[in-house]
């Protein structure tokens, strides 16, 4: 089975400054696709950026970027010039063969002014 | 775009009786369908994937006979909680992939039941 890991269950990040949240990831599969999910309070959940396991090349969404080490098995979020409304909860997921998504346990990020 | 509307947002109901939580797709056809329950501060815990058409697929450890799930139509899946208890109150989220595209889903805004 497939299983997501966040080992930061809260980061804090002064506004305009760079934070990276950490994933990783455990697969036998080798056709994969990643994800960051945010939720805000609202809690409705918003992709923030996609990431395919057969690119090479690191997905990029304005702000976001996100680090992908396939051999590792890591997935980290980076957020540059972070906003005050970055703060959610982020959360990494997988999908495979099985279709079906699989989350992490989930970060909280804090933006300070 | 990929809309998901979820209803009711919130609902309160007392204990015994049932409640039915819709998820639609309004602007895309969607196969598959997935709900989830989600405790305060914790991640989303997959309840079930539901297929158009077919019976849905619940995870180990959830009661197919009291979380009753239908996808009858290409754009509706419901979630019906049978014999509601104070344990059930949680938040219900729930998400559709587009038809042919096994890559992201798209989220409703989530219910929050409370049972009373």
């Known amino acids: 089975a497939q299983t997501v890991t966040q080992s930061q269950p809260e980061m804090s990040v002064q506004e305009a400054e760079t934070v990276t949240l950490s994933c990783t990831y455990d697969t036998s599969e080798s056709d994969y696709y990643l994800f960051w999910y945010k939720q805000p309070p609202s809690r409705q959940m918003i992709l923030v950026i996609r990431?395919?396991?057969?690119?090479?090349q690191n997905a990029t969404e304005n702000r976001f970027s996100v680090n992908f080490q396939k051999a590792a098995k890591s997935f980290s979020l980076k957020i540059s010039d972070s906003q005050l409304g970055d703060a959610a909860m982020y959360f990494c997921?997988?999908?495979?063969?099985?279709?079906?998504?699989?989350f992490g346990t989930g970060t909280r990020l804090q933006v300070t002014l | 775009g990929a809309v998901v509307s979820q209803h009711p947002s919130w609902v309160i109901c007392k204990s015994g009786t049932s409640v039915k939580i819709e998820c639609r797709s309004l602007d895309f056809q969607a196969t598959t369908m997935f709900w989830y329950r989600q405790f305060p501060k914790q991640s989303l815990m997959l309840m079930a994937t539901s297929n158009e058409g077919s019976k849905a697929t619940y995870e180990q450890g959830v009661e197919k006979d009291k979380f009753l799930i239908n996808h009858a139509s290409l754009t509706l899946s419901t979630l019906t909680v049978t014999s509601a208890h104070p344990e059930d109150s949680s938040f219900y989220i729930c998400?559709?992939?587009?038809?042919?595209?096994?890559?992201?889903?798209?989220f409703g805004q989530g219910t929050r039941l409370t049972v009373v």
């Open positions: 997921a997988y999908t495979g063969t099985a279709s079906k998504l699989t």
């Open positions: 998400s559709a992939r587009k038809r042919r595209q096994n890559t992201e889903a798209f």
């Open positions: 990431q395919e396991a057969y690119k090479q």
